[in-house]
């Protein structure tokens, strides 16, 4: 079955303690991205990656790290993590591009609480 | 900075109408434009993708327009069905642009 994965889906934590976020996906896709949702705020792209080594900072990047070794993992870094990072975590993936003429496939989410 | 509006935060119609959600934007030139289904606690599913270029698009029971001049999308669910209740999100991609999202709207269909 063609799909994003994300692990772990739910996560609580304390404020300072790394943390890493594992996305991935079986669909040969090129691009992938990692977005936040919170209330009244709606989804906001925090990085994105066009191909392997290749990534780049969307609207939200600070305080996150993200790496693009193998095509098919993008794994999200919180390496010091804070309150104001508690929020929902997709990852995404397309075909190509910029993730814009490409419909994108969502993974199920990540909550994160940040103690 | 770019921003991107829908019309409302929920919508209420009876089930059969034709549901009416609105996507308005300022300082963004989209290239394509996107909308997407949410469900509670689930990821975004994707629905339809309009090129800057097209006027409307048609997929079964939905229908999506796009004017560049309004800057609006209008996005039609025909026939509603209870079924069709969910948060609806408008996405804009455009060259050297950052992809964003609208905030969404709550869609409920009511028997």
């Known amino acids: 079955e063609a799909q994003v994965t994300q692990n772990p889906r739910y996560l609580i934590t304390v404020t300072g303690k790394k943390l890493t976020v594992t996305c991935s996906q079986n669909?040969?896709?090129?691009?992938m991205s990692w977005y936040r949702q919170d209330p009244g705020l709606g989804l906001r792209q925090i990085y994105y990656s066009m191909n392997v080594e290749v990534t780049d900072k969307g609207d939200v990047p600070e305080g996150y790290k993200v790496s693009r070794k193998e095509k098919r993992n993008f794994p999200l870094i919180l390496e010091s993590p804070s309150p104001n990072q508690t929020s929902l975590y997709f990852c995404?993936?397309?075909?190509f591009g910029q993730g814009w003429y490409n419909e994108q496939f969502f993974g199920p989410g990540t909550r994160l609480t940040v103690l | 900075s770019q921003k991107i509006e829908q019309n409302s935060e929920a919508l209420n119609i009876q089930e059969g109408k034709t549901a009416t959600l609105t996507c308005n934007y300022t300082n963004y030139s989209p290239a394509y434009l996107q909308w997407y289904r949410q469900d509670p606690g689930r990821g975004p599913v994707f629905l339809l993708l309009i090129r800057e270029n097209e006027k409307e698009k048609r997929k079964e029971r939905l229908k999506v327009t796009f004017d560049t001049t309004l800057k609006q999308s209008l996005f039609h669910i025909t026939a509603s069905q209870p079924a069709d209740s969910a948060t609806y999100l408008c996405a804009l991609g455009g060259y050297g642009q950052n992809f964003v999202f609208g905030p969404g709207t709550r869609l409920s269909v009511l028997p």
């Open positions: 995404a993936s397309s075909l």
């Open positions: 669909m040969n896709h090129e691009y």
